[in-house]
């Protein structure tokens, strides 16, 4: 069964990049059908969609992140990355990895990784 | 950007009640939405897809319906298992999710 599994700094300092990797298991990133997203989750918050992005590196962002957003895909290593400049206590959140279902119009997610807290602090 | 609506934002049911949650789009999204299902410490659950398309594995106990700005989701009768906070995602136009229902024990 598919498996995404997030990893990367459960720290990071005020000002600095967030960089996150996904790896992807029991199924190809480059399969042409599915995108691959990351979604946060503030403590005690709702979901946030960052952006996603296909197997040949074409890529969609949320418009309020998109500034400060990059998502990038290897996929020789099956996985996918994500880096989120000029980090504020704001961003602190719970981090998920997903694989996107295009469906009619955009992506609905049936497959999620576990989470990673990132924290922003000094 | 497409706001999302959820209500309740908490929801006390007894076990073996049914449970209706509601989620308003700020416009129409057709019938692209999703629900989930997130209980503490763990990633979101796919329920629904396409607003009344059950995934993969999931009880028939769940049901989706509406379609434009209105949906529900319906558990016709709660199992302890339930017990979560649901998330309603549209992705009509880019992605976004309301803010949640907690349907709890009453």
């Known amino acids: 069964q598919l498996q995404l599994q997030e990893s990367g700094p459960g720290l990071v300092k005020p000002s600095e990049t967030l960089s996150l990797t996904c790896t992807v298991s029991?199924?190809?990133?480059?399969?042409?059908?599915?995108?691959w997203g990351w979604i946060r989750q503030p403590p005690e918050k709702g979901l946030e969609w960052i952006g996603s992005?296909?197997?040949?590196?074409?890529?969609y962002y949320n418009p309020s992140l998109k500034s400060r957003v990059t998502i990038s895909v290897d996929t020789s290593k099956n996985q996918f990355s994500l880096k989120l400049s000029s980090v504020t206590a704001a961003d602190t959140a719970v981090y998920y990895c997903?694989?996107?279902?295009?469906?009619?119009?955009?992506?609905?997610?049936?497959?999620w990784g576990q989470g990673t807290l990132v924290t922003v602090s000094s | 950007e497409i706001v999302m609506t959820q209500s309740p934002a908490t929801l006390s049911v007894s076990p073996g009640e049914r449970a209706t949650l509601s989620c308003r789009a700020s416009?129409?999204?057709?019938?692209?939405l999703a629900w989930y299902q997130q209980k503490p410490g763990q990633a979101p659950r796919l329920l629904i897809y396409?607003?009344?398309t059950r995934a993969t594995g999931i009880p028939a106990r769940f049901s989706g319906s509406g379609s434009g700005t209105e949906f529900t989701l319906t558990i016709s009768s709660l199992q302890s298992e339930d017990f979560a906070v649901y998330y309603c995602?549209?992705?009509?136009?880019?992605?976004?999710f309301g803010g949640g229902t907690k349907v709890e024990v009453k």
């Open positions: 416009q129409s999204v057709t019938s692209n």
């Open positions: 396409g607003a009344s």
């Open positions: 997903a694989r996107g279902v295009p469906f009619s119009s955009l992506d609905y997610f049936d497959y």
């Open positions: 029991d199924d190809s990133i480059s399969s042409n059908i599915y995108y």
């Open positions: 995602q549209q992705y009509n136009y880019w992605l976004t």
């Open positions: 992005i296909y197997y040949s590196g074409s890529t």
